[in-house]
């Protein structure tokens, strides 16, 4: 089970941090990541990290602005989301990908479990 939490309402330029905590075993060949969900579109590919190494992917309009992290105590990853632009806005979702493999990261299709998602507004 994985519950999101952090998302608000934020002007342009601002930060928020999102947090999800996943209940149940993650091994170190699973990664976490996040994707987003706008009205209208699909869903879209944010972060992912590699449970077991750290290893971090992002999709290229975050890369420099969100960063994504975990903690292994807390079985919880992050994502810090810094310079928040309107375009940022959507519903974003954690999910759990078992045994990921590098070239399937980014596809929704790959990931296992997904949490409920939280809402992020950006206003300009």
């Known amino acids: 089970q994985l519950q999101a939490s952090g998302g608000g309402l934020v002007q342009a330029g601002g930060s928020l941090r999102l947090s999800c905590a996943a209940s149940?075993?993650?091994?170190?060949?699973?990664?976490m990541g996040w994707f987003r969900q706008a009205p209208g579109k699909e869903r879209e590919f944010v972060a992912a990290?590699?449970?077991?190494?750290?290893?971090?992917y992002y999709t290229d309009s975050v890369k420099g602005r969100f960063t994504i992290s975990r903690d292994k105590n807390k079985s919880t990853v992050y994502l810090q989301m810094n310079s928040l632009k309107p375009e940022d806005s959507a519903v974003y979702y954690c999910?759990?990908?078992?045994?990921?493999?590098?070239?399937?990261?980014?596809?929704?299709?790959?990931?296992?479990?997904w949490g409920q998602g939280t809402q992020v507004t950006v206003s300009s």
């Open positions: 999910a759990v990908n078992r045994g990921s493999i590098i070239s399937t990261i980014g596809s929704v299709a790959s990931y296992d479990y």
């Open positions: 149940g075993r993650t091994v170190s060949n699973d990664a």
């Open positions: 990290v590699r449970w077991g190494s750290g290893h971090t």
